[in-house]
């Protein structure tokens, strides 16, 4: 059973123009969200997180926004580069439990020339 | 830093053998973690440890896969005897005391059982 489900396998967006990844949870327990990348043959690497006591946390061109009522998050990635192109792995941890980070399967983004 | 290291970086081996992977954390950090990665469960957790003690591994699917942690810079997952349907990409991270955000991932190990 998915706790945290990325339901869009894969993305293709322009170069220059926003993605938006998306993600939903099940597990009511979770309150830290994190977000990582990964390339090909490399392992993910963290992005970006946020806790549940926020609905957004901006770094530069990433934005990660809550919707703890919906249980769900998204990253924006505003604008997108060519550099983006990865697989992007939603991920959840519950409270005074943060060992433990359920992922879910990932979207690949491919950013278009 | 030379980050999180693992080898072998591809293992082919056949069913039946026993398989071990091999992992060197960050110097000072002190959990260390063994995910698996597959196309149906995408990246699942093992087992882990903090300072080499194992913590939870109610992530380790069967008898035949055991995790061993010696000193804070080395642990092994060995898996014994293999079956086909572990073929995965094996990952390990450390992380350090300063928080959840920080888990860094080795490169992996592709592990192919014939």
């Known amino acids: 059973d998915q706790q945290v489900k990325q339901n869009s396998p894969s993305l293709s967006v322009q170069e220059g123009r926003i993605s938006i990844l998306n993600c939903d949870y099940t597990n009511s327990m979770f309150d830290y969200f994190l977000w990582y990348k990964k390339y090909p043959a490399e392992g993910p690497t963290f992005l970006i997180s946020i806790s549940s006591i926020k609905d957004k946390n901006e770094d530069g061109r990433f934005t990660v926004f809550l919707n703890k009522s919906a249980k769900h998050l998204s990253l924006h990635i505003v604008p997108s580069q060519p550099g983006d192109s990865a697989v992007y792995f939603c991920?959840?941890?519950?409270?005074?439990?943060?060992?433990?980070?359920?992922f879910g399967k990932g979207t690949r983004l491919h950013i278009l020339p | 830093d030379a980050g999180v290291i693992q080898s072998p970086r591809h293992e082919v081996t056949e069913m039946g053998q026993e398989v071990t992977l091999r992992c060197k954390p960050i110097?000072?950090?002190?959990?260390l973690f063994w995910y698996r990665q597959t196309m149906m469960r995408g990246l699942e957790l093992l087992i882990y440890?903090?300072?080499?003690?194992?913590?939870?591994d109610s992530g380790m699917p069967e008898d035949r896969f055991s995790a061993k942690m010696p000193n804070a810079s080395f642990s092994t997952l060995k898996i014994q005897p293999s079956e086909p349907r572990d073929s995965a990409v094996y990952f390990c991270a450390s992380r350090g005391l300063a928080g959840v955000g920080t888990q860094y991932f080795g490169p992996g190990t592709r592990l192919t059982v014939l």
């Open positions: 440890f903090n300072n080499n003690v194992p913590i939870d």
């Open positions: 110097s000072g950090h002190n959990s």
């Open positions: 991920a959840a941890s519950e409270l005074n439990r943060d060992d433990k980070i359920i």
